[in-house]
């Protein structure tokens, strides 16, 4: 089995932008040290530190709407090289200011245009590729991100110890870099100018809004992911803390055990999952997540090994590599051409409000019924979005 030959044939494009994938994910030094940086380098207390990154994360929304509504008006590239070149400009400005006041508000402008990247690119990968091909792209763009994630954080740790300006400048300098990369590389694509390759892709007239009213479906789909976005984001809020009611002053260590877990899982079997799955619909692939999400997590209410968590471990960032992949792909092939960018933008908001659930509302519960209580609460959560799906959606 050739497990590269589902990325074969793809367009020339498709390649570039998985490099700018692995660049732009190597070089984000900043967002894993920003709560570091705040306590240990500028004297904030925690609960400052957490004011600052909810207002990065609220800034991320208006972001990814500002860049997917300039990108179905104006072109995928221009709006990308705008906002990536923001996010570029500000944070490298941030390395010559490590002292001064005005770097925190600097830091959310900075959140605020890399919030609009995420939806242009995808935007971009859907102008460029039939339905059919549109796994293999997803796929490889998500491999491209996770290989910048494997590495990138390693570097960061080394230039937070040792010298702390490169943290923002070098995240500045990949950005360019990958900037320069799509200047170069990348054709523009006009959206009202291409083929659309289903009804659902046709252009439409009217707003966002207006848009998805005729297609209530993609609010579904995006209520119940809900679901599975709550369950995962709890592989850093709630995993982190079981792992140190469970095992002590294990814990963190074991944690640290846990994410490279995630990581290899993730590097190891993007290309196996994507093969073994080409010919499966969205859809069907999303329902079989729930499934797993509910075994996966749920499991945790009744294990005390370590090695059970490793399994479990294991069995959630399967289902990471599966939903991230099909989650796109059923947005892409349900898009008008010209509501593309804005649409991933929507999708960015349910992932924020999804975010929020799963740390204060999660927090809140467990206060009252206990940590231990969440987890069966999570395989309910996840087999009600499985069954939701399956019901409910037409692939």
């Known amino acids: 089995m050739n497990l590269l030959s589902s990325y074969r044939g793809l367009p020339k494009s498709i390649y570039v932008l998985f490099c700018v994938q692995v660049i732009n994910q190597f070089g984000d030094f900043v967002v894993p040290f920003l709560s570091l940086f705040l306590v240990k380098k500028l004297g904030f207390s925690m609960a400052q530190a957490g004011f600052v990154a909810t207002c990065c994360a609220l800034a991320v929304i208006p972001g990814a709407y500002t860049g997917g509504r300039l990108s179905d008006r104006f072109g995928r590239k221009k709006a990308y090289m705008m906002f990536q070149g923001m996010a570029a400009l500000l944070l490298l400005s941030c390395g010559f200011m490590l002292e001064l006041p005005v770097l925190v508000p600097i830091i959310v402008m900075a959140s605020f245009f890399s919030g609009g990247v995420r939806p242009i690119l995808n935007a971009l990968i859907t102008d460029l590729l039939p339905p059919e091909q549109r796994q293999a792209g997803f796929s490889l763009s998500y491999l491209g991100i996770n290989l910048g994630v494997a590495f990138g954080p390693m570097v960061a740790g080394f230039l937070f110890n040792h010298y702390l300006a490169w943290i923002f400048i070098g995240d500045g300098i990949s950005s360019i870099f990958a900037v320069c990369l799509v200047l170069m590389q990348i054709h523009e694509t006009e959206p009202m100018a291409g083929h659309h390759h289903s009804e659902k892709e046709k252009p439409e007239e ?25 369950t995962y984001t709890q592989h850093t809020f709630g995993l982190p803390v079981q792992l140190n009611e469970t095992f002590h002053s294990n814990g963190p260590k074991y944690f640290g055990y846990i ?8 590097l190891l079997f993007t290309l196996p999952l994507n093969h073994l799955t080409r010919q499966l619909k969205p859809i069907a692939i999303m329902s079989i997540c729930g499934i797993l999400y509910a075994i996966g997590f749920g499991m945790i209410f009744v294990i005390d090994q370590f090695w059970q968590y490793i399994l479990s471990t294991f ?11 099909s989650f796109g792909v059923y947005l892409a092939n349900r898009s008008p051409q010209n509501f593309r960018a804005r649409i991933n933008a929507v999708s960015t908001v349910f992932f924020s409000v999804s975010a929020v659930i799963a740390t204060s509302g999660v927090g809140l519960f467990t206060d009252v019924f206990g940590l ?24």
């Open 315 to 325: 069995i959630w960032s399967i289902v990471e590599i599966l939903a991230a992949t």
């Open 259 to 266: 994410m490279s877990v995630n990581a290899l899982t993730v």
């Open 206 to 230: 009217g707003t966002i809004f207006t848009v998805l009213k005729k297609r209530p479906e993609i609010i579904l789909f995006l209520m119940f992911n809900m679901f599975y976005a709550i």
């Open 372 to 395: 231990k209580a969440l987890w069966p609460l999570l395989s309910v959560f996840c087999v009600t979005g499985a069954i939701c799906m399956k019901v409910f959606i037409d692939d």
